[in-house]
């Protein structure tokens, strides 16, 4: 056996590092002492005879010669998780946890997971819902439904993505402040609170305005900012105000007369979901299982 392989274990800590740019992040992702992290790469650097970090501001970044090692270890890691997950496969049977925005949770997926479900007795869904993004590689997380861009990030190692839809978003209000404002232009939005979700980014009324050819001027309008789109919908069905949503998340609401869309002006690309999955995965059948009945769905939704 290749001497080279006495580096192995000390190898997964320079792996963690380097996709984390963290000791702290890596001993916590390997459940170790950021001091172990630190001796086992010190050490490897002195038997490498070159460094393989340094320090730029808060974040550990890899030297020319840690790049050059990063790709080939990060490769050799990835095929060794393949050929385990081979050997390894689970079968249909068990639990798949999915983790999804709030929103789309709540406001989409919920109401049809029963379709899954009778599809599929054997598999015990875990839904994980959190506005904050969760990785897939290195957790418990078999599938997430993104919203809004993917970076590089998202789709590291073995990571597959695949596009859902993208949707125009429109104002939504409640029936009965459209009876109240008579909304004959868009300019009489300004006279109402504007509700915007605060980690929706790419959904902002400046643009939307500025599609529809009103002047915006931030600092004479009226906000409430909310952390998730369906508290947004319940405060405008409470008649709060206004906000920026899709039909596919509101189409119930829209047709039980809650809420309603006082301009038929889209603002594009508006909303935009993924979906993510460890394509190594010992889990894959009941990935594939549960990719092959949400694409069905929104198909049968005519959302792609």
Known sequence: MDKQLRYLS???YFEAAARLKSYSAAAKELNVTQAAVSQQLRGLEDNLGCKLFF???REMQLTDKGHQLLAPITEGFEKIIVGLNRIQTEPLEGVLTVTVPPSFASLWLMPRLWRFTLENPTITIRIHSD???VAILHSDIDLAIRQGKITESDIAGSIRCEHLYQEEVYPLCSAELARSIQF??????KRCWLIHGVNSKEIVWSKWFEKAGVKFDNSALRWMEVP???MALNAVIAGHGVCLGTESLSKALIDQG???KPFDIGLTP???FSLLYDGASSRLPRIEAFRNWLFHELEQSQYR
Request: charged fraction near 35%.
């Open 10 to 12: 000390a190898l997964r």
């Open 55 to 57: 320090r730029n501001g």
């Open 131 to 133: 506005i904050k993004r």
């Open 184 to 189: 004959d232009s868009p300019e009489k939005l």
């Open 228 to 230: 998730t789109f369906d």
């Open 258 to 260: 809650l809420l309603v």
């Open 270 to 272: 508006g909303m935009q």
